[in-house]
């Protein structure tokens, strides 16, 4: 049996990607970067001439000193032994400054990197990203309303960011190869929350109710998260059908229902 990587260790080994994974964030001359687990540094060799500064977040020590030692005559770079879910990102980013974030990610905590680069995006700390995931989650961030991929991730992330499906990856383009195939996104992070009027914090958890059960309708998630049949008939939008799934509809449509909801949210 294949033993598994631990940390989600697969090493990028494709020349070509690696440097399409830097190129799809343009001139870097004057921005700061930050890389989630660098690794060996294939990303990170080429970051390092590119841009005015770069972070690298590394959990693995081994790794963090390898790379601390490489880089140890280029003052732009600052390797971090750290994991990138308990980095707290305000402090490493300079003061005012929008970053960018790269990273070939340890899939293993793919979605929870990202709420985190959501948070930072709200936040004004973080402006793009490219990340490299696995293609069925790629799949899932990038996906349209209506389509089969489509639920609670596309929706908090198409809340949060523009999403560019940019390229996918083998599982021969890393070593050691990982069972799944690989896709690279860029993220402009744009949250929508003001846009659509509503407050990011209710809305992400009515996402999440109306998101809980995919074979459900809205109407019976709703119901299932403690609305009356009452409640949802006095709010329900005209543009919405009785019996649609959360998953066909657009956000604008999710927040129409959202806002005609809230002096009726169970306690
Ligand atoms: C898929 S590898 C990518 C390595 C390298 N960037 C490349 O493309 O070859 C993921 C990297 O993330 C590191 N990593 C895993 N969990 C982490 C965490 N919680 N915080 C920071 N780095 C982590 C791993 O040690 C590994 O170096």
């Known amino acids: 049996m294949k033993r598994k990587p631990k940390l989600g260790q697969n090493f990028l080994?494709?020349?070509?990607?690696?440097h399409a994974i830097v190129d799809a964030l343009g001139d870097l001359r004057s921005r700061t970067v930050i890389e989630i687990g660098p690794g060996h540094g294939s990303i990170t060799e080429i970051l390092a001439d590119r841009c005015h500064r770069l972070i690298a977040l590394e959990l693995d020590s081994a790794l963090a000193a390898e790379l601390t030692f490489r880089f140890r005559n280029q003052p732009q770079v600052q390797i971090v032994e750290i994991d990138v879910l308990k980095a707290d990102l305000r402090t490493l980013v300079p003061e005012g400054e929008a970053v960018d974030v790269i990273g070939n990610l340890p899939y293993y905590i793919t979605s929870d990197i990202l709420l985190k680069l959501f948070a930072a995006g709200s936040a004004g700390i973080?402006?793009?990203?490219?990340?490299?995931?696995?293609?069925?989650?790629?799949?899932?961030?990038?996906?349209?309303?209506?389509?089969?991929?489509?639920?609670?991730?596309?929706?908090?992330?198409?809340?949060?960011?523009?999403?560019?499906?940019?390229?996918?990856?083998?599982?021969?383009?890393?070593?050691?190869?990982p069972d799944?195939?690989?896709?690279?996104?860029?993220?402009?992070?744009?949250?929508?929350?003001?846009?659509?009027?509503?407050?990011?914090?209710?809305?992400?958890?009515?996402?999440?109710?109306?998101f809980a059960q995919k074979r459900?309708?809205?109407?019976?998630?709703?119901?299932?998260?403690?609305?009356?049949?009452?409640?949802?008939?006095?709010?329900?939008?005209?543009?919405?059908?009785?019996?649609?799934?959360?998953?066909?509809?657009?956000?604008?449509?999710?927040?129409?229902?959202?806002?005609?909801?809230?002096?009726?949210?169970?306690?």
């Open 126 to 177: 973080v402006s793009r990203a490219v990340l490299m995931m696995q293609r069925e989650v790629a799949d899932r961030v990038s996906a349209a309303p209506g389509v089969r991929d489509y639920g609670l991730l596309s929706a908090t992330a198409q809340m949060n960011a523009q999403v560019e499906h940019l390229f996918t990856l083998p599982p021969a383009a890393f070593s050691p190869p």
């Open 13 to 18: 080994v494709d020349d070509t990607a690696r």
């Open 216 to 267: 459900k309708t809205l109407q019976n998630n709703l119901r299932a998260a403690g609305y009356s049949a009452e409640q949802l008939a006095a709010a329900w939008p005209d543009s919405i059908p009785p019996q649609a799934r959360a998953e066909a509809l657009p956000l604008e449509s999710i927040a129409q229902l959202y806002k005609a909801l809230p002096e009726m949210k169970p306690a």
């Open 180 to 210: 799944v195939y690989s896709t690279v996104l860029r993220l402009h992070f744009a949250p929508r929350f003001a846009e659509l009027g509503v407050d990011a914090p209710g809305f992400d958890a009515f996402l999440k109710q109306i």
